[in-house]
């Protein structure tokens, strides 16, 4: 079972990027898929987060607004588009995935399956 993410890099300030996850060694239909965030010394954190049906998403106050969570379930990956990106948003970015129901949907032990982390840097 494995996670791949990519779409990390460098942009300015009010700029936008697209992180992809896909999949791989089976399906996640039935699992809940989130992205997570972790700055150095710092706890990682709940970035967004999409049920598995694809109908509800969720997203920590700061980026609501700005980063959007989708999921295409036919190519086993999901994104998050990320818009006038801040600063503050600059971190490595990890997908992961639980299945459904398990655990506290926000919390990072509640998930069995992580990608590698990607890395985003917003530049002023």
């Known amino acids: 079972v494995q996670l791949q993410a990519s779409g990390g890099g460098l942009v300015q300030a009010g700029g936008s990027l697209r992180l992809s996850c896909a999949a791989s060694?089976?399906?996640?239909?039935?699992?809940?898929m989130a992205w997570f965030r972790q700055t150095q010394g710092k706890e990682r954190e709940f970035a967004a987060g999409?049920?598995?049906?694809?109908?509800?998403?969720y997203y920590t106050d700061s980026v609501k607004g700005r980063f959007t969570i989708s999921r295409d379930s036919t190519e086993n990956t999901i994104y998050l588009q990320m818009n006038s990106l801040k600063i503050e948003d600059t971190a490595v970015y990890y997908c992961?995935?639980?299945?459904?129901?398990?655990?506290?949907?926000?919390?990072?032990?509640?998930?069995?399956?992580w990608g590698q982390g990607t890395q985003v840097t917003v530049s002023s």
């Open positions: 060694g089976r399906t996640f239909s039935s699992y809940d």
């Open positions: 999409i049920a598995w049906s694809g109908g509800n998403t």
């Open positions: 992961a995935a639980r299945p459904s129901g398990v655990g506290i949907f926000m919390h990072p032990g509640s998930y069995a399956y």
